[in-house]
């Protein structure tokens, strides 16, 4: 689990050349990056009750992260299965399409603690001690890795997917992704004119 590791045997993990973690791990572990900055943020601004929100936020990113790796795991082997015969064909076929549909769901969920880590933000914002503009700055370009990381899993998986029903609700989450990294744009932006002004 992400939780009881360090910084460098996370690092060590990720470059060792195994296939998880991954992108979309990584993308988890962006916004558990985020809730903690933003959660200092709001200390400094004196909001307790946004800095435990992000905790919890922070606490469901990393469970992201073990459950994305967990799903991508688990879907590499169904693409090691046999192909030998017609009922081989079938059956990891099968396989692979249960797999793949549990594996979109980490990064479906890391678009929506996105969403709410960027509200805590705004919160925030209004607030904020100009001393920590900075932090939550950084915070939203976290945010923003975060639901890049979320995008390309989701369209990965996509070229993947059968059935018009998972298909059109994995293409639901890319776009809210994209609507949600358009407005961490406009927070980055107005986070700096701050800071200039």
Known sequence: MIRDETVRGYLERLGSGEPTPGGGATGSVQLALAAGLISM?????????????????????????DQDEAGFG??????????????????RSER??????????????????????????????????????????AALGAVRAGLTAAVVT??????????DE????????VRAAEEQIDRVDGLIDQVRRLIRS
């Open 96 to 137: 692979i399409q249960s797999a793949l549909r549990d594996a979109v769901k980490p990064p479906q969920r890391m678009v929506e603690c996105a969403r709410e880590l960027i509200g805590v933000a705004e919160a925030v914002l209004a607030d904020a001690n100009g001393n920590v503009l900075s932090d939550v700055g």
């Open 166 to 173: 998972i298909r059109s609700a994995v293409e639901q989450d």
């Open 74 to 91: 688990a879907t590499a082997e169904t693409f090691e299965l046999p192909e030998d015969s017609e009922d081989a064909r079938r059956e």
């Open 154 to 163: 989701l369209e990965t998986n996509l070229g993947h997917l059968k059935g």
């Open 41 to 65: 943020a709001a200390r400094f601004s004196d909001r307790e009750d946004l800095a435990q929100r992000c905790a919890e936020l922070a606490d469901t990113a990393l469970k992201l992260a």
